[in-house]
Each structure stands twice: as structure tokens, then as C-alpha cells.
């Protein structure tokens, strides 16, 4: 909320409107001086300040009045050295002129001139002292406008106001209170602000107590209670001011709707976005974002596209949420089609929107592309630099993500806790294990940030995946925090890889405590077990999940091509082409067993014949993928599958044989990484 000490600047908004016949206003020339006057005025309000110009040329004789709207009204319109320059020529002055001088300067922030200025004038009024604090204000100086409002001889309602919103914004809500308290008279604004800087701060029990004793409300009060209950959670409080309002405005339905989502309340909110009157940018921004953050990605590109057929230009936090909704789902051609969206609007330089573009095409497996947008966005932050970072690491190139983390330093940007994140993960990746311990020591030493519980999972992965189990279990125990569920998780992770049982019972029992209803906990200790013949022990799993209610996750596969996504189950024959896809994975199987593949059935859950389980192997989601892939992605073209789970040992080996013999480069994404298949290798070195 803004106090109104400016009149606004319309400049923009009319220049459309201009008539095309200048002569019909500027013909009567004979009228008396004061319509002149007024007409300079309202030209200026207009945004026609070279039509005011022409009729303060043509004009006969002039008074101070005269002068001062000219002045006035090149101030309004940003035009501050042509005001400045008739300022000086003006053959008589009054308080008001000097007054629109200071004006025009503080409301273009150049506030210094404002300070010499406002030093020189002869006389001041109330005006004057308010105009010269909002612009300490306005440029954030507290202090110089405390010191400024203290030598006030004359103080209105609109200074008073000016000063408690400012603290009440910038988080000196007692001071706002004293000031409130002690002012002689309050307006509407003054409560307002008083009842909003509670609602921001937290103190939402203060809003109340002074927004029921409110002598008027606006919309703006109910507004900021609105939002304050939201943000304390109290979310059907809201509703219920929500509900009483008699008029309600846009942002009242925003504020309603970004606290739905704030809370977790999807649906109520797309109740309210589907029947509120009027939608502006922030209405649909509010919906792309909160679906982007649920599990209904797909609704958020839904979304965006009824705001473009709408009309509504987005912004760059539009961008931002669709591209990390393109990135989850791996919509690379949508994303593509983003790009050039963000670049016909010239955002794609900008900072925000740029990093965005990095982290979608690094998730969407073209870290090349990443790169490229990375090295375009000129003013890059520490968000651009995490984004390379954790690009590079989730596709298993440690080295240069260390690299960049070098050169991030070098250019003099600090790495904060995401970005050790992003180099943990890279070392984890990359089975760079001494690099990874010195890292995380370096944290806290040399760069004073405290590891969260996701730095400690991280280390737990990379020292289980290296088969230091011991070391790991030592990171689970001795940690800071409490040990969650990510933490066991990476242990439980590391067991199923080196199998270990005792250890993976170990981690998994506490999941089953932090997390019961996760069934990955279940069928990773199944897994476990399966893998050395224990099928008593894996049967029990199973059939625990199912008293609990819970079902396996069913893995899926899925590709893009031609911007259309196929998406591929186990043994799966509902698709058209299922007959192509199944007889071209034939014989691939018939050309790798020539070149030395055996199946790896120890990976087959199910206690099953051996003939059984290597036909199960070879109906797994990414292999059906794949020879999709093959099937209707042209040569010169990688393969990009994206998997929901992780891939599995024996549709790694075989992804290896494919992309040599079918000659084939392969790009994977799975739970948890991505791997790169060429000429029968694989970019993650078998290290996953
Ligand atoms: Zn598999
Ligand atoms: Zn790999």
C-alpha cells in the first residue's frame, strides 16, 4: 500500500489517446488567464507536455501560476532538466514553484539535487518538508527522514502517514505503533498502514485487535488482513473476511488465491481463479506457480496457455514458474518454445528468467543448451551460477561443476548453501569422495554456512555409493540435526548397492517410522533381500505393503518426440506402434547376446523361473522407451528417455550395448541422475 503524496505520472498511459488536431485547442488563444493556466495543467496530467509547451509560448502575458504548472508539469512527465531550466529563468518565485522544483526531482530520485535545493528555498511549507521526506524515504534513508520529520515545525496527516508506513514496511512496526499512537489525528491511510504492517509482520492478533476497532475500512484494510491471515496459516480466517466483504476488488481475490496456495489448497484456490470477475498477470502467475509446485505440472502448462489466448503479457516470474514446470516434465519443445517467447520480450538476458532457462534445459538433458544460456545472461547471480552447477552434477560431470564453482568465485559471487548442494552432488555423482569430505569441511570453516540435513544426505550418498557404509552410517548418527528422511534414504540407497542387509534393515526401519506411507522404503529392502535369494524376507515386505494400503509406484518411461509425450509402463502393449517396438527390441536382444550380454536376473524382484524373469527384464519401461526411440527419432539425434525411478542395473548394461550397436547416443534421466550413452559407455563411468 502506497500513501498518495504524488500525483501520478500519466505520460505513458495517454499518449494513445492524443488528438490528431492540435489547432482546435491550441486556436483560442483570447481567453483569460487562468483557463490557460488550468488548461497547461491538465495537458501535462495528459502526458501532452509539448502541447502545454506550445500554449505557454503562445500566451500573451504569464503569471507565477503560469510558470509553476510549466514547471510542474515537466516534472510529472520525467522531464526534470527542462523544468529545471525554466525554473531558473522565472521572473518570480513562490513557495508552491520551489516546491514543484523539489518535487520533480525527488519523484525522478535524484535526490541529492533535491537536498541542495530544498537547503536553498527561501520559504517552506508543510508541503515542502513532506515532499523532501518522501524522497528519504522513498530511497530507503529512515534515519534522514526520522531526523527530517523530528525538525518539522508543521506536520499533516500525510507526513504522519508517510512515516509509519515507511517503518511499518521496513519492519519497525513498534515505531509505527509509537507514531500512530501519538499522531493527533488519523485517516484512513493511517490505520491502514498500521493494521497492514502488523498483518506483514506476523503480528496478525495486533491487525485484528486495531482492525475491529477501526473507525472506516477500505478495501485495502480488509485486503492486508486478508493476506495476513493466509500467510499465518490461518487460512479459513481468511476466508471468512473474505467472504464478508461487500466490494471487492482484484487484489482481493488475489490475496485470497496466493493464500490458498500458500497453504497447500490447490483446488480452493482454482475454485476462486475459475470464478473471479476479472484476472490480471499476479491472478494467473498465482496458478501457474502453485501448480508448477504440486504434482499437476501438466495443469500449470495448461494454464499458461489460456493466459497467452487471454491476452495477459506475462512476467518474468511467470517465466520463471513455467520453466521449472517444463523442466520437471521434461518438455523440452515446449521449454524451447519458452525461449523464444522470453527473447521476442527481451528477458532472455535477464537475470531471473535466464537462470530459469539454464536449470530447464540441463533437466530436460541438454546441458550444451544450459550452457549456451548461461554464458548469455550477462549480470549473473549466485541462482545463475547453482543452476549450471547443479546441471553439470546431476549429469554426472563432477569436474566441471568444480570448475565452474571455481570460476563462480573468481567472478566474485559467494557460494551459498544451495550451491553445496550442487557441488556435493556433482562429487557424490562422480565418485570424487576426497573432494566431497574437503568440501563439506570447507563449509562451515571457510565460507561460515552451517550443513542442513540435505548437505549431510548428500555425503551419506557419496560415501555409500563409494562403499565406505561405516563412514556413512557415522554422517546418519553424528550429524547436527535430527537424522530425516532423506538421510536414511541415501543410506538405505547405499546398502542396496554394496548389500548390505543388516544395514539397510536398519535404515529402512526408521523410515517405516518418519515415513510409513512411502512405498520406495518397502521395495528397495525387498529389493535387498531379492538380490541375495532371500525370498521369505522379500515376500514380507510385500505383503506388508499391502495390509498398510500401500502400492509400488509403478515405473514409468516417457519420450517426447515431436512434441507429443509417449509414455511406456512395464511390458506394456497399449501403444499403437507396439508391435514395431517390440520386434526391434527382439533383435537387439538377439545382436547383444552375440556380443556377449547376459541378462542380470538377481535384478527381478519376483521369485519367478529364470525365463520368466528375462522376459520381465526385457519388457522394463525404458527399454520399450528406447526402442521407440530408435524407431521414430531420426539418426543424427540423441535419444532422450526420462524415467520416474531409477534405472535399473540390467537396462543400464543394456542401454550400453544398444548405443553401440544400434550406434545410437542415448540420453537417460532417472530418479536421480542422468547418464549419457555412446558407443557402449556410459557418461556416469558404471558409478551410480
Ligand atoms: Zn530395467
Ligand atoms: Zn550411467
Partial sequence: MKSCIFPTINSQRYAQNKPRNNNSRLGMINVNLSSCNARITNYAKKGWIEDARKLFDQMPERDVITWTAMVSGYSQNGRVDDARNLFDKMPQRNVISWTAMLSGYVQNGRIEEACILFSQMPEKNVVSWTTMLAGYIQEGKLELAHDLFDRMPEKNV???????????????????????????????????????????????????????????????????????????????????????????????????????????????????????????????????????????????????????????????????????????????????????????????RDVFVGSALVSMYAKCGCIDNAREMFDEVPARDVVSWNAMIAGYAQHGYGIDALNMLEE?????????????????????????????????????????????????????????????????????????????????????????????????????????????????????????????????????MRTMMKHRGLKKQPGCSWIEVKSKVHTFFLGDRSHPESEQIYSTLYSLDRQMKLAGYVPNTSLVLHDVEEELKEQILNQHSEKLAIAFGIIRIPRHMPIRIFKNLRVCGDCHIVTKFISKIAEREIVVRDGSRFHHFKDGFCSCGDYW
Fill in 408 to 540: 563462480m568465485q573468481k567472478a566474485g559471487i559467494k557460494p551459498n548453501d544451495a550451491t553445496f548442494i550442487g557441488v556435493l552432488t556433482a562429487c557424490s555423482h562422480a565418485g570424487l569422495v576426497d573432494e566431497g569430505l574437503r568440501f563439506f569441511e570447507s563449509m562451515e570453516k571457510v565460507h561460515c554456512i552451517i550443513p542442513r540435513a540435505d548437505h549431510y544426505a548428500c555425503m551419506i550418498d557419496l560415501l555409500g555409493r563409494a562403499g565406505r557404509l561405516e563412514e556413512a552410517k557415522g554422517f546418519v548418527y553424528n550429524s547436527r540435526c535430527e537424522p530425516n528422511p532423506s538421510m536414511w534414504g541415501a543410506l538405505l540407497g547405499a546398502c542396496r548397492i554394496h548389500g548390505n542387509i543388516e544395514l539397510g534393515k536398519l535404515a529402512a526401519e526408521r523410515l517405516f517410522e518418519l515415513e510409513p506411507e512411502n512405498s520406495g522404503t518397502y521395495v528397495l529392502l525387498s529389493n535387498i533381500y531379492a538380490a541375495y535369494d532371500r525370498w521369505e524376507d522379500a515376500k514380507k
Fill in 158 to 348: 500525510v507526513s504522519w502517514n508517510a512515516m509509519i508506513t515507511a517503518y511499518a514496511q521496513k519492519g519497525g512496526i513498534e515505531t509505527a505503533r509509537k507514531l500512530f499512537d501519538e499522531m493527533p489525528e488519523r485517516d484512513i491511510i493511517s490505520w491502514t498502514s498500521i493494521v497492514a504492517g502488523y498483518a506483514q509482520n506476523g503480528r496478525i492478533c495486533d491487525a485484528r485487535k486495531l482492525f475491529d476497532r477501526m473507525p472506516m475500512r477500505n478495501v485495502v484494510s480488509w485486503n492486508a488482513m486478508i493476506a495476513g491471515y493466509a500467510q499465518n496459516g490461518e487460512v479459513d480466517v481468511a476466508r471468512q473476511l473474505f467472504d464478508k466483504m461487500s466490494e471487492r476488488n482484484l487484489e482481493s481475490w488475489n490475496a485470497m488465491i496466493a493464500g490458498y496456495i500458500e497453504n497447500d489448497k490447490l483446488h480452493d484456490a482454482r475454485h476462486l481463479f475459475d470464478i473471479m470477475p476479472a484476472r490480471n498477470v499476479v491472478s494467473w502467475t498465482a496458478m501457474i506457480t502453485g501448480y508448477a509446485q504440486s504434482e499437476e505440472r501438466g495443469e500449470a502448462l495448461k494454464i499458461f496457455s489460456e493466459m497467452q489466448r487471454s491476452g495477459a503479457i506475462p512476467s518474468r516470474v511467470t517465466f520463471v514458474n513455467i520453466l521449472s514446470a517444463c523442466a520437471s516434465l521434461a518438455a523440452l519443445e515446449q521449454g524451447k518454445q519458452l525461449q523464444g517467447y522470453a527473447t521476442q520480450m527481451g528477458l532472455q
